[in-house]
């Protein structure tokens, strides 16, 4: 009896790693004007199941405004009108929207202002082994009047806060991980 021998799987079968080349630009992770007083920083790590770094793993994060408005303003991708290069953020408006590459130890940090109306910052995670990008909240408080936090299990609620960090003002830590016991959890949209 001939066996035939197995093939490699096809590019489109495998997933990862996952490229984020020329997708963050300059100041993506400063959604605060530089000096602005009432910068916070969200910082944390992506992690996979087994509680190692992702250091490939890209981030967005959109926000309320501190005034409440969910409307944003351009200025993000800001290009120079002669050369085409990306210039970033015109360090003055808020954009609501944010970038980041985590670093080789799967580390990110966004410099932004508390949004407004809503105690959280909503975060896409893309990343190697993900067939589809992930949505998921940090939450800056505790809000038992907010409907989504309201409605996840007790038991998993923690994963969606990113408390401020003892000793250090202002600065809110929110690690993502991807699997496991402490499964960050995860929306999904219809």
Do not use: K, N
Not at 35 to 64: K, M, N, S, Y
Not at 123 to 145: E, I, K, N, Q, S
Not at 160 to 174: K, V, Y
Request: charged residues 20%.
């Amino acid at each position: 009896m001939s066996t035939t021998p197995a093939l490699p799987p096809t590019p489109s079968q495998t997933v990862g790693p996952f490229f984020g080349y020329a997708l963050p630009f300059t100041g993506g992770s400063d959604l605060a004007p530089p000096g602005h007083p009432d910068t916070i920083t969200l910082h944390g790590r992506v992690l996979d199941g087994a509680g190692e770094p992702v250091p490939d793993a890209l981030l967005e994060f959109w926000q309320a405004g501190p005034d409440g408005s969910l409307s944003g303003a351009p200025g993000s991708l800001r290009r120079d009108p002669v050369t085409g290069a990306v210039l970033g953020r015109d360090g003055v408006e808020f954009t609501g929207f944010a970038r980041i590459a985590v670093d080789a130890d799967g580390h990110y940090a966004l410099r932004t202002l508390a949004p407004g109306g809503a105690p959280y910052v909503s975060v896409c995670v893309f990343a190697r082994g993900l067939m589809h990008h992930l949505f998921t909240r940090a939450y800056l408080r505790d809000d038992p009047d907010d409907a989504l936090l309201a409605a996840v299990d007790p038991e998993r609620r923690h994963t969606l806060l990113a408390p401020e960090e003892p000793g250090r003002h202002r600065t809110h830590r929110f690690d993502i991980r991807l699997q496991g016991g402490e499964e960050t959890v995860f929306l999904e949209f219809g």
